[in-house]
């Protein structure tokens, strides 16, 4: 699990500057980011300029910034979810990845067959005796 406080603490850089570290390096908005443009690359360049505007004036990409950096600032945050685990779909998996992509069938059922063992009941502290 990754921790966006510890990361940003670690990395000695705040959200804004992670958004367009992501921008650099690409996201779905912008596919591969800044030409030549690499996570260490990337990393020190948003450690070092302030202003994003003088960033990209100075790497003149092919893309909007702006636009993508807008969009990552006003996405929805959902604070009230749940998580749930459900049963493995073994036969949509196999669909997927046996049919669409070409896996080995025979692979790809003995991965799925280890989700089919039912997991060992934990012992009680009786049980230690």
Same mark, same amino acid.
């Given at each position: 699990?990754?921790?966006?406080?510890?990361?940003? +603490?670690?990395?000695?850089?705040?959200?804004?500057?992670?958004?367009? /570290?992501?921008? /650099?390096?690409?996201?779905?908005?912008?596919?591969?980011?800044?030409?030549?443009?690499?996570?260490?690359?990337?990393?020190?360049?948003? &450690?070092?300029?302030? %202003?994003?505007?003088? /960033?990209? +004036?100075?790497? +003149?990409?092919? @893309?909007?910034?702006?636009?993508?950096?807008?969009?990552?600032? %006003? =996405?929805?945050?959902?604070?009230?979810? &749940?998580?749930? @685990?459900?049963?493995?779909?073994?036969?949509?998996?196999?669909?997927?990845?046996?049919?669409?992509?070409? @896996?080995? &069938?025979?692979?790809?059922? +003995? =991965?799925? %067959?280890r989700f089919r063992k039912k997991p060992k009941e934990q012992k009680g502290l009786g049980d230690f005796s």
């Amino acid at each position: 699990m990754m921790e966006l406080k510890e990361i940003l +603490k670690e990395l000695k850089i705040n959200q804004d500057q992670l958004i367009i /570290l992501a921008i /650099l390096t690409g996201t779905d908005y912008n596919n591969g980011g800044v030409k030549g443009i690499g996570p260490k690359t990337a990393l020190k360049l948003v &450690q070092k300029h302030k %202003s994003f505007d003088n /960033l990209f +004036k100075e790497l +003149k990409p092919d @893309f909007n910034w702006k636009q993508i950096y807008a969009v990552f600032k %006003s =996405m929805p945050i959902m604070k009230n979810y &749940q998580i749930k @685990f459900k049963d493995v779909n073994e036969e949509k998996i196999i669909k997927i990845l046996v049919d669409k992509h070409d @896996f080995n &069938q025979e692979r790809v059922e +003995k =991965m799925l %067959s280890r989700f089919r063992k039912k997991p060992k009941e934990q012992k009680g502290l009786g049980d230690f005796s």
